[in-house]
């Protein structure tokens, strides 16, 4: 069995040439049982122990200024099928192969190693830092199974997952960081709020509130411009958010645009809208309703999709489903009664 806790004591034997018993203990990834025992040894050394299941593949954990990857400088260790164990610092200075340096970093190793313990399928990452206080930001990785970096260049594969959180060194409790947590969140709402509800409760508003002429027309004119508003600022920060992950999100991005654009038309056939006694009037009315009617098919379509690839989950999925259902069940009682009514 894989398991090992913080309720049972580490037995690395005599390997490990400092105190093990008095470590303090946290599982710092649980998706991935990582669980970290560190000390601090002396004035300006500390010791880490970092225990996790044995997958066939690298394991990291990194020191970061910012709980990203970039900027960081990791322990990376693996254990080979022959037995042979290595442990280098790598410098993370980019997230492509090629700027993952090894034997760099701002680390001051004291001492590293690696050990696998076969009757619990673990491995054990230890080292010890010279520093007065180690960074809180703490980032993990694990690599691909059997996929092992090689002499001369020892290069690293990417992560098959990863994880970035903060240690509170003193009470041992740490909690998982997104990078760039507020921006992502600021992206989403204003997103969401603006092409996803504003703007359909704008459209619901044009279609069945005729009979409050010109009330109807003002109160559409100024909820689709905040929505517009609103939603010109989340694709912003989408492209911002897109520049500082540099995440792979191209048809996320595309509809992105399309609906930017689709909403630019929007507001431009507004201004431009002939008379309502106009003969062309009916060619526009219908223009302006089909192609609203596809950018909140398409905003509905992209929201759903971004909040799957933010990892944002079920809260979020929840939380816009049921704005979506009551806003549809309003738009059909309407309906039923235009179609009534006429
Ligand atoms: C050659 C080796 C590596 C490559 C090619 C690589 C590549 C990448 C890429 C492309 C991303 C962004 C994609 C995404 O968010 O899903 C990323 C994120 C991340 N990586 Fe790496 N990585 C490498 C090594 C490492 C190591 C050794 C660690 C940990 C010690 C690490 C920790 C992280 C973390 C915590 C994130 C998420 C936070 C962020 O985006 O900055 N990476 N990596
Ligand atoms: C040029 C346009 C856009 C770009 C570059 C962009 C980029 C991004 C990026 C990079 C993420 C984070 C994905 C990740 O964490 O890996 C994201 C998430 C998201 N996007 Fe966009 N996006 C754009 C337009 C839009 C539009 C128009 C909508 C809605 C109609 C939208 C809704 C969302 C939502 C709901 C999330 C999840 C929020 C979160 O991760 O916290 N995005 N987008």
Redesign the pocket.
């Known amino acids: 069995q894989t398991q090992d806790s913080c309720s049972s004591n580490v037995n690395l034997n005599d390997q490990v040439r400092f105190d093990t018993t008095t470590l303090n203990c946290a599982p710092v990834w649980s998706s991935q049982n990582f669980i970290l025992r560190y000390a601090h040894t002396s004035p300006n050394l500390w010791s880490f122990v970092l225990s996790v299941p044995d997958s066939n593949s690298y394991i990291a954990m990194g020191f970061s200024p910012n709980g990203q990857m970039v900027g960081s400088s990791a322990i990376v260790g693996w254990m080979l099928n022959t037995g042979t164990g290595t442990i280098k610092q790598y410098q993370l200075s980019g997230q492509r192969s090629d700027q993952v340096l090894h034997d760099q970093g701002n680390l001051q190793v004291n001492s590293s190693m690696i050990i696998s313990q076969p009757q619990s399928k673990r491995l054990y990452l230890i080292f010890q830092l010279n520093t007065e206080q180690p960074l809180s930001r703490v980032i993990y990785a694990v690599g691909q199974p059997s996929v092992f970096p090689i002499s001369p260049n020892f290069a690293l594969v990417e992560h098959t997952d990863k994880a970035s959180t903060a240690l509170n060194y003193v009470t041992g409790q740490t909690k998982s960081e997104t990078p760039h947590a507020k921006l992502?969140?600021g992206?989403?709402i204003l997103?969401?709020l603006g092409?996803?509800i504003l703007m359909i409760i704008g459209a619901i508003v044009a279609r069945y509130s005729k009979q409050w002429d010109p009330l109807w027309f003002y109160a559409h004119t100024l909820i689709q411009s905040l929505g517009f508003m609103l939603?010109l600022a989340?694709?912003i920060c989408?492209?911002i958010?897109?520049n500082k992950?540099d995440?792979d999100?191209s048809s996320?991005?595309a509809?992105?645009?399309i609906?930017?654009v689709l909403g630019c038309l929007q507001i431009m056939a507004f201004l431009a809208r002939p008379d309502k006694t106009s003969k062309v009037r009916k060619y526009w009315n219908w223009y302006h309703h089909n192609v609203g009617r596809i950018m909140i098919i398409f905003?509905i379509a992209?929201?759903f999709?971004?909040?799957h690839?933010?990892?944002?989950g079920k809260s979020?999925n929840a939380g816009y489903g049921v704005i979506i259902t009551i806003l549809f069940l309003i738009a059909v009682v309407l309906e039923i009664r235009l179609w009534k009514r006429n």
């Open positions: 992502r969140k992206h989403g997103n969401m092409w996803g939603g989340g694709v989408g492209i958010l897109n992950l995440a999100v996320h991005k509809l992105g645009i609906i930017l905003a992209n929201i999709y971004g909040i690839l933010g990892e944002k979020w």
